[in-house]
Each structure stands twice: as C-alpha cells, then as structure tokens.
C-alpha cells in the first residue's frame, strides 16, 4: 500500500516506525522540519518529502494520486481536515485526520462524510479512555478489551508468596477452578506466548484472557485485591482530564483536579460542575498534602511534562497504597520507566498508532475475515488481535488441535452469540465468531497469517 503521514511530531513518528515494519508499505511522510525529515528517512525505509502537506506541489510530489491512504497527524486539528479535504480532491485515497479539541470532536460526525474521512481520532479521548479502564480494576497495570468490551486482557505483577508461583500454566484451571487463560508473560526483557509446561514465578507479569466480569473472582483467588476506586486525584487540567473526568463522574467516582492555570480552571468549573477544581501548583507537595493525596484511592498525573509526571507518580506511591498511573508522551526509556515501578504507563502515542494501524491492516484484509481490534501487549513485543470470522475462512470447522499454527502464535478466545469459549483442542471456529489471536514475532493481517 502507499501511505502518506503528514506531519512528524511524536506521534506521526511512532506510525512511521511502525508501519515501516510491514513490507508491503511504501510510506512517504511530509514535515516542514528538514531535520526530522531527513533522521526519519535515514532510520527507516521510507521517502520524505521536506514542505507543507496544505502545497498542493508538496502533495502532488509526495505521489498523492497515487496513495491509497493518507494519515494526517499534524500538530494543527484544522490542518489536518484541510489536508483530508485536499487529498479526496486531488486523489482517490482513504483518509485519517488527528482531531484533538472537543469542540471539534464532537461535531465531527457532521461533517466527516462531506470531508470523506475514513477515520478521526482523538489521542486524548482514547487515552482517557484506557485509564477509566484501568481504574474501573486497578489491580491490572495494562487492560485490553475486545469483542465490544465483552472480553478482556489484563496484564498484573505476580506478588510474592502469590499461589500462581511456581505454578505450570495448565495446572490453574484445575486448581483455581477459573476460565481465563495465560496468553503472555514477561520476565525481564523476555517475553513468551507460555506452554502448559511453562512455570510462573513471582515477579513475572502476566497477561490472562477473561470475559468480562471474571478477572476479579480470579484475582480473589490468587489473593489480589480487586476493590474499585471511589475517588481519584488528577493532577494538570488539559483535555485528556477533561475526558477522564467525565467518565469517572458519570460511574459516580469522585473527581478532584488540580491545575496551576486560573483560567483553564474557570473553564474547567463550567465543564465538569461535579467535579471538585483545584488552582494551585500540582507539583508542590505541600499542596498535594493539603489537598488530601493520601486519602486519595487512585492518582493520576496528567501533566504536558513528561518528567514532572514521573516524579509526581513517585512521590504519589510513596505516600499512598492506591492507583498510580502517569502519562508519558515522548520519554523512549521504557526499560528505565519500567524498573522505577511506577505502576500503569499511559502513551497517548502508542495508543494512536494502535488504532490507525489497526485500521491500515484492515485495509489490506482478503481472505474472509476482518480486524475489529488490535493492542500491543507484553511490551509492545506482541500483538493481540480480534477477528470476526467470514465464510470459507480457512480455520472455520477445523478443531483447533488439527489447525496447523505458527510457532508463537495463539488463540486465545472465542466469543460466539455472547457466548464466551475457552479455546481446546476439540473446539472449533464458525462463521461470525470473534476471534482473539496473540502473536509474537509474528506480523497478522489475516486470520490465514496464523497458519504454517
């Protein structure tokens, strides 16, 4: 496919990065920087094109005529409509346009098909939304949901003294009487799709299949408390807060904001009237004392800076047992970030580029099945992937034991009617299940990809 990106910021050079790895992109970008033009060219395959993506000449060279999808993520929301709007006209391309102010996101539905997008996304929404996930179970680091939220992959550290310790993944069906099943571990900087063999050990962090609703009886058993958050301390008022808030309050969650900008309070007192708004410096941590931090069930640090971020979430840990979670937006030391155990990491970049590359891949789709879904888990060293099964699938009405899989892939679920299956040897796929697929070291774009 020929993919156009049209601006290089943070989050046009995660899609870069990972769409350059599928073989089949021919990808160009376009940035007015000469600089991060020419870094992104010499790192990866791709051409560049040094201009603004609103000069027609600019287009035109990228090969706009030519492009089957252009992505527009440009640090200006009206730009990238502009850009969309000009590339239905000069082209015949799908398009994906970066929309990141509510006013314009809300009424975005009214104009998408005059402007022909194909997709809008909004990195602080969907990054929202993840954290309203995470604190709805806050004994997970990491939640992926799929089948439309029917199903779900969670990621948590095994404690020690935990019971699943030392304990071979195809003996905590029997022992714990529980349905979910392992899908990934990770140990240090190893990742594995484990065997019924595999041993677990405290420290790993594992990330198990469940439908929606039984994580926590599960976690019960193996003696994590799985108590939802009744209130929640957010520090910095921007748009993702904005978001947060909103779905906290409407699940009867207590919201308390702090956020050094007078103005920006005003405006967030008359948007979120349920909500408690704080004006006062975030990271000053008498006023994080004086405004009750540890009394606080969960804490969240949403502030534009990245290093404040973290050392509010540190502090936060060393003065209460709750939920931490920190926003990240360009630090590239995820080993580092990992040993400080800050709890949950929230990449507003690495959640866009899972949607969008969603969406290319889908594009690509030919052999009777469709992605719905796709998250990057185990630390972005594999994928798990939803499929809704069309005819003459080439896995349909096979048992799975007779399927001949890839090395370090899995199936990890099957949703039937709003059925949910633990998949066995003796199962087998139909047409219109959802299909959850886990693979490592392996790129799926097709349902058929799995097979040898």
């Known amino acids: 496919m020929n993919i156009i990106v049209v601006g290089c910021g943070k989050v046009g050079a995660k899609l870069i990065e990972q769409l350059s790895r599928e073989e089949e992109h021919d990808i160009t970008l376009i940035d007015t920087d000469a600089g991060v033009v020419q870094e992104l060219v010499n790192e990866y395959d791709v051409m560049g094109v040094v201009g603004s993506g609103i000069d027609v000449d600019v287009l035109n060279e990228a090969g706009i005529s030519e492009a089957d999808v252009l992505i527009a993520v440009a640090g200006s929301d009206e730009l990238n409509l502009m850009l969309c709007l000009m590339a239905k006209k000069l082209g015949n391309c799908q398009t994906i346009a970066r929309v990141r102010k509510p006013e314009y996101f809300k009424a975005i539905n009214l104009i998408k098909k005059d402007l022909g997008l194909a997709m809008v996304i909004n990195p602080e929404l969907i990054s929202a939304n993840e954290i309203a996930r995470i604190l709805r179970f806050p004994s997970a680091i990491k939640i992926d949901t799929f089948a439309k939220g029917r199903v779900e992959i969670l990621k948590f550290l095994v404690p020690d003294d935990c019971i699943l310790s030392n304990m071979k ?4 069906a029997a022992k714990l009487k529980t349905d979910i099943l392992v899908c990934g571990v990770e140990r240090g900087d190893e990742a594995f799709i484990p065997s019924g063999n595999f041993d677990i050990h405290s420290g790993d962090l594992l990330s198990i299949v469940a439908p929606i609703g039984q994580a926590g009886l599960f976690f019960k058993k193996i003696g994590i408390k799985t108590d939802r958050v009744k209130d929640t301390l957010i520090v910095g008022g921007g748009d993702m807060s904005y978001y947060l808030a909103k779905q906290l309050l409407r699940r009867k969650i207590a919201v308390k904001i702090i956020e050094q900008n007078q103005q920006r309070c005003e405006q967030l007192f008359e948007l979120l009237p349920e909500a408690i708004i704080t004006h006062g ?14 009394r606080f069930d969960s804490f969240v640090s949403l502030t534009n800076i990245d290093e404040e971020n973290v050392l509010l979430s540190l502090y936060a840990k060393s003065k209460t047992d709750g939920k931490v979670i920190t926003k990240i937006n360009r630090i590239e030391y995820g080993k580092v970030i990992g040993d400080l155990q800050l709890g949950t990491t929230i990449y507003p970049k690495n959640i866009t580029a899972e949607y969008i590359v969603r969406f290319v891949r889908a594009l690509k789709n030919s052999m009777g099945s469709d992605i719905e879904t796709l998250h990057y888990i185990l630390d972005g060293k594999a994928e798990a992937l939803e499929f809704i099964i069309k005819e003459n699938s080439p896995i349909s009405n096979v048992k799975l034991g007779h ?13 039937r009617n709003g059925r949910y299956i633990v998949p066995h040897g003796q199962d087998m796929i139909l047409t219109g299940d959802s299909v959850v697929v886990v693979a490592l070291k392996n790129r799926v774009s097709d349902i058929g990809d799995i097979l040898r």
């Open 169 to 172: 993944v195809m003996d905590i």
């Open 281 to 294: 410096d975030g990271t000053d941590n008498k006023i994080l004392l004086e405004e009750g931090l540890e």
């Open 403 to 415: 399927l001949q899989l890839k090395e370090n892939i899995l199936i990890a679920s099957i949703m």
